[in-house]
T-cell receptor, first 115, second 112 residues
Framework: DADVTQTPRNRITKTGKRIMLECSQT?????MYWYRQDPGLGLRLIYY???????NKGEISDGYSVSRQAQAKFSLSLESAIPNQTALYFC??????????????FGPGTRLTVL | ELKVEQNPLFLSMQEGKNYTIYCNYS?????LYWYRQDPGKSLESLFV?????AVKQEGRLMASLDTKARLSTLHITAAVHDLSATYFC????????????FGKGTRLSVIA
């Protein structure tokens, strides 16, 4: 099945460390997104990319960077992790060409803990 | 700027009862999506509503879209415990060239 995968699924790191979360998809979608979810809260958009050469900031991009290595891969980096970046991170994909609408498909999530 | 408001944010309901979750949005759109999230899990697509008057049903859940009122509803019929989850609505811009805007989610707890 075409899918959205995220690695790692769980990560514990220390303050100040650089870490990378990876997202791969086999859906053939052009658009990819990174979201953060804190306990009991909704989704907040970190970065999004509508094609390989397109990168856009979301509402909470400070402290994060991204790389779109290929159509199928979109990585999120925390240059110097801090405890308030402890959260559940989701990657998502969509493609306006598929049916002409923008339904997003989510990966399983990465649970990140920064000590 | 497109804003999406869901209510209620928390809902505790008894098994067998009916209830409705509301999703209001601030600017013109004719594309709206409902997602379900179980605790600690990912978001799963429930319904895609693509026009005024669209209605979709799956089991005990029914979603509808009124683009003139800028309102979608998710109606739960005869709730069962398995429906306990958080439900998000998300609205697309007219152009489709911006990310979806999500509501804050409604955490539903169905109790015996």
């Amino acid at each position: 099945d075409a899918d959205v995968t995220q690695t790692p699924r769980n990560r514990i790191t220390k303050t100040g460390k650089r870490i990378m979360l990876e997202c791969s998809q086999t859906k053939g979608h052009d658009r990819m997104y990174w979201y953060r979810q804190d306990p009991g809260l909704g989704l907040r958009l970190i970065y999004y990319s509508f094609d390989v050469k397109d990168i856009n900031k979301g509402e909470i991009s400070d402290g994060y960077s991204v790389s779109r290595q290929a159509q199928a891969k979109f990585s999120l980096s925390l240059e110097s992790a801090i405890p308030n970046q402890t959260a559940l991170y989701f990657c998502a994909t969509s493609d306006l060409r598929t049916g002409g609408y923008n339904e997003q498909f989510f990966g399983p999530g990465t649970r990140l803990t920064v000590l | 700027e497109l804003k999406v408001e869901q209510n209620p944010l928390f809902l505790s309901m008894q098994e067998g009862k009916n209830y409705t979750i509301y999703c209001n949005y601030s600017t013109t759109s004719d594309r709206l999506y409902w997602y379900r999230q179980d605790p600690g899990k990912s978001l799963e697509s429930l319904f895609v509503l693509l026009s005024n008057g669209a209605v979709k049903q799956e089991g005990r859940l029914m979603a509808s879209l009124d683009t003139k009122a800028r309102l979608s509803t998710l109606h739960i019929t005869a709730a069962v415990h398995d429906l306990s989850a958080t439900y998000f609505c998300a609205v697309d811009s007219i152009s489709g060239n911006t990310p979806l805007v999500f509501g804050k989610g409604t955490r539903l707890s169905v109790i015996a």
